[in-house]
């Protein structure tokens, strides 16, 4: 079965592509277009270099608001002797901007002369008086605007190939043109394939897949500086596929056609190409992306490149950005655009094909003076990683994967101030947590949160890796929170830990209780299928010391060894019947509609090294956790108590 | 005469400005509307956080094109012992994103399946085998795309008070939205007013003045996220001011007036302020901007902010930076725009004003290690300034000014990745620096020139602030250029000196050339008024060595005194009748339709140190003048020979 695909490197892929356009005379500006110098100009690229029609000023123009006056007549002006100057011959009023007379070659501000009437009194009057009086000799040309001062006609405005800004409509005024000559959008045809794909806002059945990556990949293309048109979607039909392509080749430059890229039954992308034109490359040794697609077909009057992205939303867009911002970026004539690069240590293992570029999304905070890269869940189809990325992290070809603590190379998608301003947690969830990041996004700050559990959190503290972490480790020795385990996992650092919420902690259980339990006492039953969390959660922690108490071995419990990393993740598999109940808190189970049996309340506090506690950047996390309109959201929720909010539970 | 201004510093005027808002419940984002999930919601803030309606995935979905399969089923698989598995009842064909059987926990990718017949043997045929052969057990799960694993019902997707990217609007899709609650759109009013102001476009005469900062002003409001209105010019008229102030107040948000907004006789806007509503300011301690007005007037619902914007367009494009940003960020409920700073060396020394804060454009460049801010001009006129301006150099109030070599504080403009493109060229001017701007910058490299005179840029060179400069510095003993010069000013410095050009030098004279001037000789006739370019420069030089041949003083030569910096700018002086005539090259005077009578032929080389022209970044730079297209295009001005250009003149 010839299921695999030849990836052939990136670099490989994109020099095919290129030269492919070159022989077709379309590795170049698209096209030129006169546009009028209006606000609509911003952000076009100009496709001629742009040279001064006129200069500015014009002519000598006043600088001040005064008097214009030949400058030698000024000579010998001192304090003790004053000059006298009569209006008309030898002085004349001017604002700022007014042309200076013919005969003079400076301009006496308004506040350095006396204004005399015909009497040789000083009068209130500016702008008429009789003569005037001043008291100091002025160079010539001061205060004067000479001809040319900000441009001289000839000179060189804006080179070819520069993204308009305000300043510079500004620029091309004063140097006196009306129009100017940009480079044309490159139109860009996006055509999402896929019988089971449903527009957006559908009323979903199992197997429906909402069509958004036509969105996405249009956006991009307009941000880009293209021009995009969405295709309704395309049904799995060959001829039908063939037949859209052929229309879209018509008008535009440049076609993506999402999904049916890779080699399985249904995916006609491949050859769509190979029948309508040339394929140059199936195949890529990138990921997220590797079965991209990159081919020409026969257009109206030239061939026209074709990229069949695939289909998972993280593929798509990073397919877009590898293949298409270049592209655009020379039909534009402007530079690509690169992202800047930083070295971050990685705060986990990363594993990775050997033969590949992989991009790896992670979220970017600086802890300390450390910048940190920590890696995102690396699902093609898990788009809210992408949302959530701070940077792409590569590991290139050649590395089968990296260690914790290594250091990698991050393209980073925020500014330095914004990672400047990321509080980074890392530890156990909690739905506050995102209540907390929407509070704080009020206040300037952005919470990144990492869930790897409590005592993963702690750890990540000892190892400088994170601002704070969320921790509820119940001592099964004397009933406290979190104090022992932060002495175990963070000796000699001195912490602060405040109380966020109580919580209840219970069982999440299928709506109406079909197989009812009521207890712990009901895992080890046959027929009860449970859903565990991870190693190291709280929750777990909890959990075990109840078994152990119960005396109920974990090999008595089915599903003890499957594991989610969040509250959510056990209630979704609660909602989906890939379990019967879970261990976790009420508000997941009322987020997905479950029945909850509170079995404990626990403690969820807020772990800060001394260090952090009193930096500048935490400040408002603070001043959020007693705030009225916080607290009051949280005990929205249900299962939450708010009354600890707040409380000191340690201050070394 | 009431004619000075009471500045106030900026953070007090600032909080002025805040005050009146809140009092007036206008600090605040200003309004919500739902708009489609398109692209058009590009940039757009959510003005909502926005939480998930549904899961994503909301079934549990096959990540692979394969067999979905109870993972029980498959214990025991081995590849010597292998499980046969029957279509129906225990093997079913799915494609990538198919939903999973009810009775299946995981899925096994075709690739490692073995297709069978009903004669157990192995077929070719992928999707409708008789029974299915493997020889690897698998987890439960395995190849399943869980449901939720991107988004759970009820999460976080994205906060309020956040720009909207591409991914975002594929996850607020995926989440089960179909439209997105945004802040509306700040609408601001740009009035022009001036008698003297001409539209873009007009033919002009002696006082008229190009109406663009109109332009500036709604294309910056545009790219901060308001919508800009662009009133008509209006003449500076106190009633008919007032009635467009008015006007605009009923259905804007924000009104900028510009101009008049200083204390002359015709600047009315603080008199319209304080007539329709309440002055707050008037005079704000930073410059460029300081005549700035701040007020409230009265508008159809609530009262409405106005701002005086001082005319001059440096000051009018920064006044609505410093003053209107943070004001439409807080509209929108996006954070405001904060520039990355970082500290650099000045390179020369900077007087400025102790009660102001001052913001000086400087050109950035990295010269090896050092981080360089060049001051370019700080005329308020100067709009070219701010497009040449690779950031703000901040001298704040309390320091009247700055040595070079001293530390600042500069605000960038252009990211890091831009500046390392920035090939940093100071010395003399010539007109093939322009031309070699724009062939650089169709390979990937920005010329940021500032001309100081030959002299200048070889003491700029020795002090490590340029990769090279441009010289045609004569030596008077033996007709040689520029090498004696380099081992004075440069001792101990390895460099490689190539030529760029053979050039006439001579006087440019006023069309018709009226007074008859045909040589130095003329210069020191009485009526003849010179114009100089200033000390150090190359054709400064040049002069002196002549005039010292001919036994002619410079106390001879009216005008000698007058300087100009460049050779259009002596060409201006020419052309604007302010001399009769100037030393410079052939195109100067071409350019400003001047006679030119040649004298001398002169070599202006470029002058680089070695350990710069070794560098990548260099490296385009010695491509380009080898390139036939560039000869070409320099060769087409009058005046140059391009015979000698690439020839090494030196090379330590």
């Known amino acids: 079965m010839s299921v695999y695909l030849h990836d052939i490197p990136l670099s490989q892929a994109r020099a095919r592509l290129r030269e492919a356009l070159q022989d077709a005379d379309l590795w170049r500006v698209l096209g030129v277009e006169s546009i009028p110098l209006d606000e609509n100009a911003l952000g076009r690229v100009t496709a001629e270099p742009i040279w001064a029609e006129i200069s500015s000023p014009h002519y000598h123009a006043s600088a001040m608001d005064g008097f214009a006056v030949r400058a030698i007549a000024t000579n010998g002006a001192i304090p003790s002797s004053p000059v006298t100057l009569f209006i008309g011959p030898e002085a004349q009023y001017v604002d700022t901007g007014d ?37 100091a000799a002025v160079p010539p040309w001061s205060h004067v605007r000479p001809l040319g001062e900000d441009i001289v006609a000839t000179q060189l405005v804006l080179p070819a190939g520069h993204a308009l800004r305000p300043v510079d409509l500004g620029a091309i005024a004063a140097s006196g043109h009306q129009t100017i000559r940009v480079a044309r959008k490159p139109k860009v045809a996006i055509l999402p394939t896929g019988t089971e794909l449903v527009p957006i806002g559908s009323k979903l059945k199992a197997g429906d897949i909402l069509e958004y990556n036509s969105l996405v990949l249009a956006s991009q293309i307009k941000q880009m500086g293209g021009e995009p048109t969405r295709f309704p979607i395309i049904k799995d039909d060959f001829d039908l596929i063939c037949e859209k392509v052929q229309e879209a080749a018509q008008t535009h430059d440049l076609i993506l056609l999402n999904a049916g890229s890779s080699a399985g039954a249904e995916d006609f992308s491949s050859k769509v190409v190979e029948k309508l034109g040339t394929l140059l490359v199936h195949g890529v040794a990138v990921r997220p992306g ?30 877009v950005d590898i293949f298409v911002e270049a592209l655009i970026a020379k039909w534009l004539g402007r530079p690509a655009l690169e992202l800047p690069i930083e070295t971050a240590t990685l705060t986990r293992k990363l594993v990775s094909p050997a033969g590949d570029d992989d991009y790896v999304r992670v979220a970017v905070g600086k802890v300390g003076d450390k910048l940190l890269a920590a890696p995102l869940s690396r699902g093609a189809g898990v788009i809210t990683s992408l949302v959530q990325a701070d940077g792409l992290a590569l590991i290139p070809s050649g590395v089968q994967g990296m260690e914790a603590g290594e250091s990698v190379k991050v393209h980073l998608y925020r500014s330095k101030a914004q990672i400047d301003k990321t509080i980074f947690c890392i530890g156990s969830h909690d739905l506050t947590l995102d209540l907390l990041a929407q509070f704080l996004a009020e206040h300037d700050r952005r919470l990144a949160s990492a869930n790897v559990g409590s005592q993963g959190g702690l750890v990540a503290l000892r190892r400088g890796e994170a601002h704070l972490a969320g921790s509820h480790l119940l001592d099964p020795n004397d009933g406290s929170y979190n104090i022992s385990y932060i002495r175990q996992y963070m000796p000699n650092m001195s912490v602060k830990v405040i109380a966020l919420v109580g919580r ?19 895992l080890s039953r046959p027929e009860v299928q449970f859903v565990n969390r991870q190693r190291g959660a709280g929750t777990r922690v909890l959990l075990d010391y109840h078994l152990d108490l119960m005396k109920l071995s974990f090999e008595s419990i089915a599903g003890y060894a499957s594991e989610e990393y969040t509250h959510l993740g056990v209630a979704a598999a609660v909602a989906s019947d890939r379990a019967d109940c879970g261990l976790g808190i009420a508000a997941a189970a009322q987020a997905l509609d479950l029945d909850f049996v509170p079995l404990f309340q626990e403690r969820y506090d807020l772990v800060i090294p001394n260090e952090h506690a009193q930096s500048k950047l935490l400040a408002p996390l603070f001043d959020l956790i007693m705030e009225p309109a916080f607290r009051n959201s949280v005990s ?11 409380r000191i539970i340690l201050e070394d």
Chains 1, 2 share one sequence.
Not at 118 to 134: A, G, T
Not at 508 to 522: A, E, Q, T, V, Y
Not at 636 to 646: A, E, R
Request: no cysteine.
């Open 99 to 135: 042309p200076l007379p013919e005969w003079a070659n400076a301009v006496i501000p308004i506040e350095n002369v006396e204004s005399l009437d015909e009497k040789n009194q000083i009068v209130d009057e500016i702008r008429k008086p009789k003569s005037i009086r001043i008291r």
């Open 290 to 319: 590797h079965p991209v697609i990159l081919g020409m077909v026969n257009g109206q009057s030239s061939i026209v490149p074709i990229i069949g992205v695939p289909g998972y939303p993280v593929s798509a867009a990073l397919t």
């Open 504 to 522: 209840d902690q219970g069982l999440m259980i299928k709506k109406g209780n079909p197989k009812g339990i009521k207890s712990l006492g009901d």
């Open 636 to 646: 929205k929720l249900t299962g939450y108590d708010v009354s600890v909010m707040g």
